[in-house]
């Protein structure tokens, strides 16, 4: 007799538990008791043979059932490691970029450009001019400063119009400066400016497809640098868009790093780098496959 569920054999062999193990073991024990060298070889009747038979198919078809379920429970496994295998990189690309960003947007918010202190300046001196020009009597009223300053005077008045339409230009560059800055910031977390600053170091910098972490990390902190002071000869500097992303003055040892970072696991993930497996303080890679 062959069997097809576990509810035929239950019925046959009048076993109440759905547990397989225990069903098993009430077969198997028929089975012994049922076995023919109990018998010298032989059965001792027709019905115990009977029996016997349908225990061992019962038995076949319990450990096909086990199989299967070890055989599904592995694939599953297999499909459950291979799920999480391919989430990593992209757990761990979405973790720069998140990374990168909050950095960005804590540059942003704490930014102060090089023309603060000017613009305060040059706003509390037309401050004081002005008060001067609303307010003479108070230069009148004092013997010393009324034989230098005369706040009623042409010269006067052209010299507080002139603070006050320079006041005014120069808060407008600066915020046009400061608005520049932050935008130039905010490409950092394009992958085209990122893939470009790559390609710019590969050209300067690689010479046998293997590179240093911190080499990268310093190429674009340091780039910045030498094109924000102008120490880059035009003709030797980085390519445009990236000559105005380094245009910024807010990027940090740590928002480079953080790029490199970027750069790296991006390339990874797209098989064109490849950590090596040297021990040393710096992680060191391998490019491979790039065009």
Not at 12 to 27: A, H, K, M, P
Not at 185 to 192: A, E, F, I, N, W
Not at 224 to 242: F, M, Q
Request: charged share 25%; net charge negative; with cysteine.
């Amino acid at each position: 007799m062959t069997y097809n569920s576990t509810c035929e054999i239950k019925k046959d062999f009048q076993i109440d538990s759905d547990d397989l193990e225990i069903i098993r073991e009430g077969v198997n024990a028929i089975r012994i008791d049922t076995h023919p060298d109990k018998t010298n070889g032989e059965f001792p009747s027709e019905i115990i043979k009977e029996q016997y038979y349908k225990a061992n198919n019962a038995i076949e078809y319990l450990d096909s059932i086990k199989n299967n379920q070890s055989l599904v429970i592995v694939e599953k496994m297999t499909d459950l490691m291979k799920v999480i295998t391919d989430l990593i990189p992209i757990n761990k690309q979405n973790s720069l970029e998140q990374n990168l960003d909050s950095k960005i947007s804590f540059a942003i918010s704490t930014f102060q450009s090089k023309m603060f202190l000017p613009k305060i300046s040059l706003t509390v001196i037309t401050a004081i001019v002005t008060f001067l020009f609303l307010f003479p009597a108070q230069i009148k009223d004092n013997p010393t400063l009324s034989h230098f300053i005369n706040p009623t005077s042409l010269y006067f008045v052209s010299v507080w119009f002139c603070l006050l339409f320079y006041s005014g230009i120069f808060w407008m560059m600066a915020f046009n400066n400061e608005e520049k800055s932050k935008k130039k910031l905010m490409l950092l977390k394009v992958d085209s400016v990122q893939n470009q600053v790559f390609e710019n170091f590969i050209a300067r910098h690689l010479t046998d497809n293997k590179f240093i972490k911190d080499e990268l990390t310093h190429f674009i902190y340091e780039s910045s640098i030498e094109n924000r002071l102008g120490e880059l000869d035009s003709s030797e500097g980085l390519s445009s868009i990236t000559t105005r992303f380094f245009g910024s003055e807010m990027i940090t040892m740590e928002i480079a790093q953080n790029i490199a970072e970027l750069i790296i696991s991006r390339g990874e993930k797209n098989k064109v780098i490849e950590k090596l497996a040297i021990n040393a303080l710096s992680d060191i890679y391998e490019i491979k496959n790039y065009r």
